[in-house]
């Protein structure tokens, strides 16, 4: 009989909680307990939940299969995972793009020394976007790739909007430019400036007495956010906000557009629409979760990418019963 998976969440935010979410959907994982940097006793989730203090981490050595880690990319993980990888198998969702090489590398020193696994920068892209371009490209190598994202929500772009001076709340989505979509979805390999792919619209609560103008000029021309893309920026009422903007959908596309033989066009397309972004993510880490328990108990160590999983051992079904029933 399969032995239940233990999983342990470290941060409790939006993802820690879709996390919580999906491993009750996964009868062969349970939940041992989450970790914060609050105070435990003050924190609640479903009923029977165990919430443990960060620093109480080691107590659970041995005890805990999987540790998925759901805290930030910016200064959480860079810190966290190489040192929760000396003590656990972990699973998480690194997505700064530059930098995984070098994530990558001091995940792998700690994992390998350690003897546990680790797979790094799971979820949807990086995950399973990752994915699709490396399967279109191996299959289409005369061609060209395109990753659009949205419409969603953008929460660094968010961020980026609330800081500026007399913006009380907002809200900023990222928007793929439909016409360029259909272009490619022809047949067409355009080459392609960031302001052609992507629309950013911005909705904004201003402060009482605020100078819009002064707002919208400044977060048109924010450098390494709007600058580089066409931006609006939409005034609307607290109300408005909480109403119509408190969700968090977000998704896209991958498409490479290729030829085979002698120029016969081939188009391969992978796409999500996702009306909660940190609760699909989280399904995402729980099924690599699995995957990487079970690379685990056949003495793999390390770091691994998605690239390195066997398909199969995302699912909890048998060899079997996968070829029976999907192959």
Known sequence: MQQTIKLGIVGYGNLGRGVEKAIRQNPDMELTAIFTRRQPEQMSGAEGVRFEHISAIEQYKGIID?????????????????????????????????????????????????????IISTGWDPGLFSLNRLLAEAILPVGTDYTFWGKGVSQGHSDAIRRVPGVKAGVQYTVPVEEVIDRIRAGETPELATREKH????????????????????????????????????????????????????????IRSGITGEGTKQIIEFGLKLESNPEFTASVLVACARAGHRLSQEGSKGAKTIFDLPIGYLSPKSAEQLRRELL
């Open 199 to 254: 629309l950013r619209q911005c909705f904004v609560v201003a402060e009482e007495g605020a100078n819009k103008e002064e707002i919208t000029s400044t977060i048109v021309n924010m450098p390494n956010y709007f600058s580089d893309y066409d931006t609006t920026v939409t005034f609307i009422t607290e109300e408005q906000l909480a109403a119509e903007h408190q969700g968090m959908p977000h998704g896209g596309f991958v």
């Open 66 to 118: 999987v540790m998925i880690l759901c805290g930030g990319s910016a200064t959480d993980l860079p810190e966290q995972t190489p040192v929760i990888a000396r003590m656990f198998n972990t699973v998480d969702s690194f997505d700064t793009h530059a930098k995984i090489p070098e994530f990558y590398e001091a995940v792998n020193a700690a994992s390998v020394e350690a003897g546990t696994l680790s």
